[in-house]
């Protein structure tokens, strides 16, 4: 039986109501009118403040060789990837399973990393469960010791986490000092959420903007997409750089730190192979030992200097910035 969302939302005095029915499942919540660029995005917290998104993202001017205008207000937004949306599928209940059989990395403050993300970011723990290939071991030498938590979740899409930080719950309670999110494939793949690349950095940046009201002391080390497919002509590899090019521009080296690795999975030729990308999308437990060499001098430079080390500034001066070669 489907469960209409019911959205109302009633204006007196300056003073938002707002009356949330059920979601549906497996279906994205229907997208509100816009009024105002400053409406708040719900009750949990005040979110007037977040800044606004360009009129026009470069990545969809880019792709559909005109401009493609984005909705003023992003709480508002008709772009389904900025609208909070709880999964009720599969992986959730795979995340489920990990969770459960390892509760100690969840819901502790002393927690000082906590990765954010999709089955990428889940897949740092082999799933047993299902046999899919992790990244365990790296996971044991690199951040078991700091402590670090997992919240990532197979499957999300930009909206899926947008809900998990919001109406979800997840990260309430935590300060860790450093925040590694890395999401968006699935909101480009032609079997997830067909967004475009536009979409999906508008997507990105209105979950970063939240990330930066939720935890205000938390350094956020945004990752660029990493590549997919086994050619260099994938369509999904032009969709993915359009995209890092748009969220490249998030990182203010205040609170939030780009970093963009995904050369260092790449052939010389432009291809992937399985030795490093399983399936040309998940990382092998070779890619996870790729990934945490790539990052980890700039996690330790966030962790122990608050982002403040050259190392940052000499970044930035590439002809690329946030490209780690």
């Given amino acids: 039986m489907t469960i209409m969302t019911i959205m109302t939302k009633i204006s007196c005095r300056g003073v938002w109501v707002v009356l949330l029915g059920l979601v549906p499942c497996l279906m994205l919540a229907q997208p509100v009118p816009s009024q105002s660029p400053t409406d708040p995005v719900g009750p949990m917290w005040n979110m007037q403040a977040l800044s606004q998104p360009p009129k026009v993202w470069p990545a969809d001017e880019l792709e559909h060789g005109e401009k493609a205008t984005a909705a003023p207000g992003r709480s508002r937004s008709t772009n389904p990837a900025c ?156 969709k993915i750089r359009r995209t890092n090019q748009s969220i490249s521009k998030l990182g203010d080296l205040k609170q939030v730190f780009y970093l963009e690795i995904g050369n260092r999975f790449v052939e010389p030729d432009g291809t992937l192979t399985k030795e490093k990308v399983r399936d040309f999308v998940h990382l092998s437990e070779k890619g996870y030992g790729i990934w945490a060499e790539a990052m980890q001098p700039y996690l330790v430079d966030l962790l122990n200097n608050e982002g403040k080390g050259a190392i940052w500034e000499e970044l930035k001066q590439k002809t690329t910035p946030g490209i780690v070669k």
């Avoid at 078991?144 to 979800?168: C, M, Q, S």
């Avoid at 990752?223 to 497919?229: E, T």
């Fill in 83 to 238: 609208m909070p949306v709880k999964r009720t599928d599969w992986a959730a209940s795979s995340a489920a399973v990990y969770r459960a059989t390892n509760p100690a990395a969840f819901k502790k403050a002393d927690q000082k990393v906590v990765f954010l993300g999709d089955s990428i970011t889940q897949l740092w723990h082999t799933d047993t469960v299902n046999g899919w290939e992790g990244g365990t071991p790296v996971w044991e030498k690199y951040y078991a010791a700091l402590p670090a938590a997992n919240f990532g979740i197979a499957g999300d899409k930009t909206e899926n986490v947008l809900w998990r930080i919001t109406e979800g719950g997840d990260l309430d309670g935590m300060a860790p000092k450093v925040l590694v999110l890395l999401i968006g494939v699935n909101n480009l793949l032609p079997y997830g959420g067909k967004n475009s690349p536009g979409q999906t950095a508008e997507g990105i940046t209105f979950l970063v903007d939240c990330l930066k009201k939720k935890l205000p002391e938390t350094k956020i080390l945004l990752l660029g997409i990493f590549p997919c497919g086994e050619r260099a002509e994938d369509p999904m590899r032009e």
